[in-house]
């Protein structure tokens, strides 16, 4: 099989060399993504995005490797990488550990699609490079304490916090035009910092029935389409969340100067795929929720959002100085996600427990924490990105008190190369 894939792979994608000086790793990077796609056959949600030449989505259709084929390949693939003289060329040797952790993740899951599970931590470190800390219940009971003492009255401190926040819910009717000029907002301050390709673009559609609240899929040739999930009540603090994290200078700008920084320039063509269940994802994740604060700094967002958003929403601002500090307390409370996550796929709880506890210690509402646990099914430890990968790439942007110019310049480097978690610490 493995003489059979390097055949095809050389002859069937690619013109290949005779080299006799070691491997090229431009045909060690088209194997991968080979074998990326070939796995894309099997589980539909890893290939998140392909811009790369269609011949080789078609070649992988054609090839129908089995999951265990893939395996095998991958490993193989995976020592002749590790063999390669990078020769002390610090890109060739990020490139090189870059496309070794991909094949890790993508060993990692198939195994998973295999039904052979790992433990949540073992998980996540081999999918994404790093694994989450452990907090107990009482570290979010003490954050619970101060938003009970801001919300005080009977019943549930979740239901109160839900009754309060629905003050604050986008009208239907009105959410196009919120989230718009949100995104307006987004990009036109992430454009003062960094430069993106003059053709880039979005689109934005509304869908129903989806384990998540917002996604953007990305198109190549610098545009997305991003979707907005409205099965649930969509409150005014979304609109500049989604806003970045989604656009700019989240998922969108990340996509866009990874294709113009390595697939273009550098001719890495392993950068025209986004395994979604790879490193890339930790920081791709962590940048996006990172990214809101770095074009909000300090009370700007609030003051964007009273000025601009409120009005468009047809809200009233007068308690938004209670909402806002609400809403920074619930910000601390998002590490129980992953409590919930690793018990309930370590089987140390139920589904309903899980739900149960998302709703108490995220002050979540009932239904959607359900919908949490669907997520769950579908991502696994993925969960971690969101709130761990932003840990790790606001130390990184942040370190030794740097101030805005250099944040946003460290910000965009890690988003125009082939950064790993480890080069975040």
Not at 21 to 36: K, R, S, V
Not at 54 to 59: D, P, Q, V
Request: hydrophobic share 40%.
């Amino acid at each position: 099989m493995k003489t059979q894939l390097a055949f095809f792979a050389c002859i069937a994608l690619v013109a290949c060399s005779a080299a006799d000086d070691g491997p090229d790793i431009d045909e060690l990077a088209e194997e991968y993504l080979f074998l990326e796609l070939s796995m894309g056959r099997h589980d539909t949600a890893h290939v998140d995005a392909y811009f790369g030449p269609e011949a080789f989505r078609a070649a992988a259709q054609a090839q129908a490797m089995s999951l265990e084929d893939v395996r095998l390949a991958s490993g193989d693939l995976a020592r002749r990488l590790a063999a390669v003289d990078t020769g002390g060329d610090e890109m060739l040797r990020m490139r090189v550990d870059g496309l070794i952790a991909r094949l890790q993740a993508l060993d990692t899951r198939i195994a998973i699609n295999l039904e052979e599970y790992p433990d949540f931590d073992a998980e996540s470190l081999a999918l994404f490079g790093s694994q989450a800390p452990d907090y107990d219940a009482g570290h979010f009971q003490a954050i619970l304490d101060e938003v009970d003492a801001l919300l005080p009255g009977d019943g549930p401190l979740a239901g109160r916090v839900e009754a309060f926040n629905d003050r604050f819910v986008i009208p239907p009717d009105r959410m196009d035009a919120v989230f718009k000029a949100a995104l307006d907002e987004c990009r036109r301050r992430t454009l003062e910092h960094v430069e993106l390709p003059d053709n880039e673009s979005f689109t934005i559609e509304y869908v129903n029935d989806k384990p998540w609240t917002g996604y953007n899929w990305y198109q190549g040739n610098a545009r997305s389409l991003i979707q907005l999930n409205t099965d649930f009540p969509m409150y005014i603090s979304k609109a500049v969340d989604l806003g970045c994290h989604e656009g700019y200078p989240g998922h969108h700008t990340f996509n866009a100067l990874l294709e113009k920084n390595l697939v273009e320039d550098q001719g890495w063509i392993e950068y025209a795929l986004y395994p979604l269940f790879s490193p890339q994802s930790l920081i791709a994740e962590g940048s996006g929720n990172y990214g809101i604060d770095l074009a909000f700094p300090g009370e700007e967002r609030m003051a964007f959002e009273k000025e601009v958003l409120f009005p468009l929403a047809g809200l009233d601002a007068g308690d938004a100085d209670l909402y806002y500090e609400v809403f920074a307390l619930i910000e601390r409370l998002d590490y129980a996600d992953n409590e919930a996550a690793r018990d309930y796929l370590n089987g140390n709880m139920t589904r309903e427990d899980a739900a149960a506890w998302i709703n108490r210690y995220e002050l979540e509402r009932a239904d959607k924490s359900l919908q949490r646990t669907r997520f769950f099914d579908a991502y696994r430890s993925y969960v971690i990105n969101y709130n761990h990968g932003k840990a790790l790439v606001a130390d990184y942007v942040e370190r030794g008190d740097a101030g805005t110019d250099e944040r946003w310049a460290r910000f965009e480097k890690m988003l125009s190369s082939p950064m790993q978690p480890g080069d975040l610490l």
